[in-house]
């Protein structure tokens, strides 16, 4: 008898019926190494994106002092942006290495939903390791952990009037129950994907912008690395998504 073998299971399409989404994540590249590919993708389909970082990324490159690094950094981080059709790109001003969770960022991340109202919220891994399409149980970093866990709590946060009243009283920012959707990039236990082909190629390029921080890292050719890196991880991801090469998403419906 010939031995069944398990099929993976497969993980469901992205929700489309949304207009605007914030992405919140804590450095200049993440969102390229995360999810560039789905952005390109719902941008060509008329669908606004903005992005919202926590860091310029000023701690990043060894050989560049932060106040060096961090206009360098967030110039990339609008460049790359643009490709994938982001015109919006804001800084929260935590430092760079040692951002922590707290009330502070919670209300930081909620003031910035509650201005741009969003029904998807986009953010990265908020676990201890990466696994699956991060790449084998590496350890992640405290910037990633606190403010994907963070972003979590300020979907919730941000349409309830009673917390951080001052955002109503002191910025005329009134609550925003409307986040339908928080979907985590990166999550080693995915639920749901987007088709990776469309926006691929832009992504590349878009991930190639970060060419400062790109050098630093590898010995490798900046495209080839790039490209070796989106392509392997959208590849990897197709067995889950009826065999097309896919960007996965942790969904947590509100």
Request: with cysteine; proline share 6%.
């Amino acid at each position: 008898m010939t031995k069944e073998v398990d099929q993976p299971a497969q993980l469901e399409p992205m929700p489309t019926d949304w207009q605007r989404a914030l992405a919140v994540v804590a450095h200049p590249d993440d969102l390229e190494y995360g999810c560039a590919a789905a952005i390109a993708d719902w941008t060509d389909g008329g669908r606004e994106v903005v992005y919202v970082l926590a860091t310029r990324g000023e701690a990043g490159i060894d050989t560049l002092a932060p106040e060096e690094c961090a206009p360098l950094r967030e110039a990339e981080q609008r460049a790359s942006a643009a490709v994938v059709g982001v015109s919006e790109v804001e800084f929260l001003d935590h430092r760079d290495g040692v951002v922590e969770y707290g009330l502070g960022l919670r209300r930081d991340i909620a003031a910035a939903i509650r201005h741009h109202r969003p029904e998807l919220v986009i953010t990265l891994n908020h676990r201890d390791t990466w696994g699956g399409q991060g790449g084998g149980g590496y350890w992640n970093t405290p910037d990633h952990q606190a403010v994907g866990r963070a972003t979590l709590d300020a979907a919730a946060d941000a349409g309830n009037r009673w917390i951080f009243p001052e955002l109503i009283a002191e910025q005329g920012l009134e609550p925003w129950n409307g986040v339908r959707w928080v979907a985590v990039a990166g999550s080693a236990t995915p639920t749901h994907a987007a088709d990776a082909g469309p926006g691929l190629e832009r992504s590349v390029k878009s991930l190639m912008e970060h060419k400062a921080y790109i050098e630093v890292l590898t010995d490798q050719d900046p495209e080839e690395y790039c490209r070796t890196f989106l392509t392997g991880n959208a590849r990897q991801a197709a067995a889950r998504f009826g065999g097309r090469p896919a960007v996965t998403f942790e969904v947590f419906p509100r």
